[in-house]
């Protein structure tokens, strides 16, 4: 009976407390990413880690609500980067000898750093295409237990590739060192192995499934654009990859091995380098987003220019693929296909993500639409539209802030003074 009273009084005085502990942000304008929608002077209400709801005008506080300002400001949904890589970033000819002196921990503390960065720059979502050890599994586990500041993580955990194809972690060292790596490892020929890799990332707690479809830039191999994947070894990982609920992102830059993959059923690729009027309808016939990584190819561009950043096989790789993928882009975006934001940072240093939103434009996206592929695009490519991605009543508080109209200027985005993850203010100046 004493129990029961008790528990009663101590539901009446949380239920009273989560009223009083209201957030009232006071926005000047909103881009909330449903349709084109722009508000002007409203109060978001959050209460704990969600929108409670966007009323008209500038509420004003009941005792114990905490008031944001942004009445100078306008307010969006926290941006999503859908290729980053945490664990690295690439710093000259040095980073091809990390792999050889790194252990695990010298990895998660890496994401960790660049998480950190990431989620300063208003990125409060992201998807992590390929990591070493499992380590960014383990830091969205200490991100979302609080243990660690950083975005919201989606990994594939380490990457699929066949042997010597791009992810292939033992490419360009000596036959001492490079074994035999298998599906356990990334590396599969065949169905039986690819099944078998798609499972052991889903038992390593990966969200997604990520494979190189195609030869790669960076990777220490001959060809950057040939297809590296048969049709049942595609075929298999999708297939399996469904079975688990995950859905698998492509790296490709040859329009063949990209073109297979659109065919077995993938649900996005990245960076798409030769794709062509014919790839493009085969995306919007099968549904399937491009995610462009401009930033990543104008950076390995002006670096390939250098005598020494790159290995010698990696350089003229470099300098044909990189410059061409904002082209790619701009005809990619006239044809219609479906667009989400990624940058590939780590390729290019953590925090500069947003630099990506200038480079859409420049190639002729609307500033709306830029923004919108950064957030309720990036939310459906991650089947999460329903939580994220847009500003509306009972979606998760993720916001940030930029002073003056992104739509006038998107080169605003390149400092977002203010963040918001979780309900939580992560940054504000
Ligand atoms: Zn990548």
New binding site residues.
């Given amino acids: 009976m004493i129990t029961k009273r008790l528990s009663t009084l101590l539901l009446t005085s949380c239920l009273s407390f989560a009223s009083y502990a209201d957030t009232l942000i006071h926005a000047g304008m909103v881009i909330t990413a449903n349709g084109d929608q722009v508000l002007n002077n409203v109060t978001i209400v959050v209460a704990d880690n969600r929108i409670k709801s966007i009323d008209s005008g500038f509420a004003s506080a009941s005792a114990g609500d905490t008031v944001i300002d942004l009445k100078e400001y306008t307010v969006m949904p926290g941006l999503m980067d859908m ?1 980053v ?1 945490l664990s690295m970033q690439h710093g000259g000819p040095q980073t091809y000898l990390e792999r050889f002196s790194n252990n695990e921990a010298d990895y998660a503390l890496n994401a960790a750093h660049y998480a950190r960065k990431t989620l300063m720059a208003g990125f409060t979502t992201v998807r992590n ?2 990591d070493s050890y499992n380590e960014t599994v383990a830091l969205r586990k200490a991100i979302n237990s609080g243990k660690a500041v950083g975005p919201r993580i989606f990994t594939s955990a380490k990457s699929i590739a066949t042997t010597g194809g791009h992810a292939d972690p033992t490419n360009g060292r000596n036959r001492m060192l490079t074994g035999d790596p298998g599906p356990v490892d990334g590396v599969v020929n065949g169905i039986a192995d690819s099944r078998k890799a798609v499972r052991q990332r889903y038992k390593d707690g990966a969200d997604l499934i990520k494979i190189t479809a195609t030869g790669g830039v960076l990777s220490v191999a001959k060809n950057g654009q040939n297809p590296q994947f048969m049709d049942d070894e595609l075929e298999a990982i999708v297939s399996t990859a469904k079975d688990y609920g995950m859905t698998v992102a492509v ?1 490709a830059h040859g329009k063949e091995g990209m073109e297979r993959a659109i065919k077995a059923g993938v649900n996005s690729i ?1 960076h798409g380098t030769y794709m062509d009027k014919d790839t493009f309808a085969l995306m919007k016939k099968h549904d399937v987003y491009y995610v462009p ?1 401009i930033l ?1 190819g104008n950076f390995v561009a002006e670096k390939a220019k250098i005598d020494g950043y790159f290995p010698a096989l990696v350089r003229p790789k470099a300098a044909a693929i990189g410059p061409l993928i904002q082209r790619t882009f701009a005809r990619a975006y006239e044809a219609g296909v479906r667009i989400a934001f990624g940058t ?1 940072s ?2 290019s240093p953590h925090g500069d993500n947003a630099k990506e939103f200038v480079l859409m434009v420049e190639a002729g996206m609307p500033e709306m639409e830029a923004i919108q592929s950064a957030t309720i695009h990036a939310a459906s490519l991650i089947n999460r539209q329903d939580e994220l991605g847009s500003l509306m009543s009972n979606k998760l508080a993720d916001m940030v802030a930029v002073k003056g109209n992104p739509l006038e200027d998107i080169r605003l985005m390149l400092d977002i003074p203010w963040v918001m993850k979780n309900g939580t203010v992560y940054k504000s100046h």
Avoid: K
């Fill in positions: 290729h890589h295409l390929g790296h990245e990584t990543a590939d780590g390729v």
